[in-house]
Nanobody, 124 residues
Framework: QVQLVESGGGSAQAGGSLRLSCEAP????????MSWFRQAPGKEREFVAG????????EYADSVKGRFTISRHSDKNEMSLQMNSLKPEDTADYYC?????????????????WGQGTQVTVSA
């Protein structure tokens, strides 16, 4: 059973910061890739950031570059997303996803394992 647990969502004002975490306890396989996606009401789920577990290589959506930072804590199977300079358009449900592959993909349908999501609301 693969379980991904997100935490850290909440509300912030524009320009503020939030930090999301995703834990993957007891995974029956070694993590290859771990990523964050988000989905705003009425919109498709979109890639935010991803990290290759063994190398630390990262990739970001253009909309969050320079504002968001993804990091991993290998000993705890935990990933974080530090979100700074938040904007109202960052408002969405944020999901973590994990795969065995060793290359970053930005396509949601390439991921089999997902968390339940955590809500982020940014007010103007």
């Amino acid at each position: 059973q693969v379980q991904l647990v997100e935490s850290g969502g909440g509300s912030a004002q524009a320009g503020g910061s939030l930090r999301l975490s995703c834990e993957a306890p007891g995974l029956p396989f070694s993590i290859g890739l771990m990523s964050w996606f988000r989905q705003a009401p009425g919109k498709e789920r979109e890639f935010v950031a991803g990290i290759i577990w063994n190398t630390g290589r990262t990739e970001y959506a253009d909309s969050v570059k320079g504002r968001f930072t993804i990091s991993r804590h290998s000993d705890k199977n935990e990933m974080s997303l530090q979100m700074n300079s938040l904007k109202p358009e960052d408002t969405a449900d944020y999901y973590c996803a994990v795969e065995l592959r060793l290359s970053i993909t930005t396509r949601a349908h390439d991921y089999r394992y997902w968390g339940q999501g955590t809500q982020v609301t940014v007010s103007a």
